[in-house]
């Protein structure tokens, strides 16, 4: 089955833990991006990778990193979260700008 | 942020009638995308018109696409309770994805 899987589902932890929340796709495709979800301001983006090794900024890329090692993994790192990042998280992957394919999401609260 | 905007950002209808849901954009597009979101899960693709396209259809779901005014919007036809959801617009160029604020669509039955 065609999918985007994300891990954890459901994260709490305290500001300046760091994490890492995965995700993978079993698609071959090459654009992979992250997005967070806060109420009132729908979806924005956070990073985005075209391909291995290839990856750029979105709109909101402060406080994150990503990693593009492999063409089906692209994890989304928090080296210091803070509370300003409590959020729900979307992990999606598509043939360049064409349908994006999403994960379930992971919610994720930082105390 | 170059947020597209969504209008509106709610709707109430009764089962059996139609929602049209319109989305404007500020940046050129190679096309633009509707997904659906129910109740903060994953979001579902629904429908994507290249800029070359001025109208689209698929099932009860028809879009339509002005590149002139930046502007999109979709029509469900026949609204069914299911159709529920928040409901998004993309834009898609030079590699980003730009997502509109959404709108909740509530159908009654």
């Known amino acids: 089955e065609a999918q985007v899987t994300q891990n954890p589902r459901y994260l709490i932890t305290v500001t300046g833990k760091k994490l890492t929340v995965t995700c993978s796709q079993n698609m071959n495709h090459e654009y992979m991006s992250w997005y967070r979800q806060d109420p009132g301001l729908g979806l924005r983006q956070i990073y985005y990778s075209m391909n291995v090794e290839v990856t750029d900024k979105g709109d909101v890329p402060e406080g994150y990193k990503v990693s593009r090692k492999e063409k089906r993994n692209f994890p989304l790192i928090l080296e210091s979260p803070s509370p300003n990042q409590t959020s729900l998280y979307f992990c999606?992957?598509?043939?360049?700008?064409?349908?994006?394919?999403f994960g379930p999401g992971t919610r994720l609260l930082v105390l | 942020s170059q947020q597209g905007e969504e209008d509106p950002q709610a709707l109430s209808i009764q089962e059996g009638e139609n929602a049209t849901m319109n989305c404007s954009y500020k940046t050129s597009i190679n096309n633009l995308q509707w997904y659906r979101q129910n109740s903060g899960r994953g979001l579902v693709h629904l429908i994507l018109?290249?800029?070359?396209?001025r109208e689209k259809h698929s099932g009860r779901l028809r879009v339509t696409l002005d590149t002139s005014k930046k502007s999109s919007s979709l029509l469900i036809t026949a609204s069914r309770a299911a159709d529920t959801a928040s409901y998004f617009c993309a834009t898609a160029g030079t590699y980003k994805y730009i997502f509109g604020t959404g709108t909740r669509l509530k159908v009654l039955a």
């Open positions: 018109i290249r800029s070359n396209e």
């Open positions: 999606a992957s598509s043939d360049l700008e064409e349908t994006q394919y």
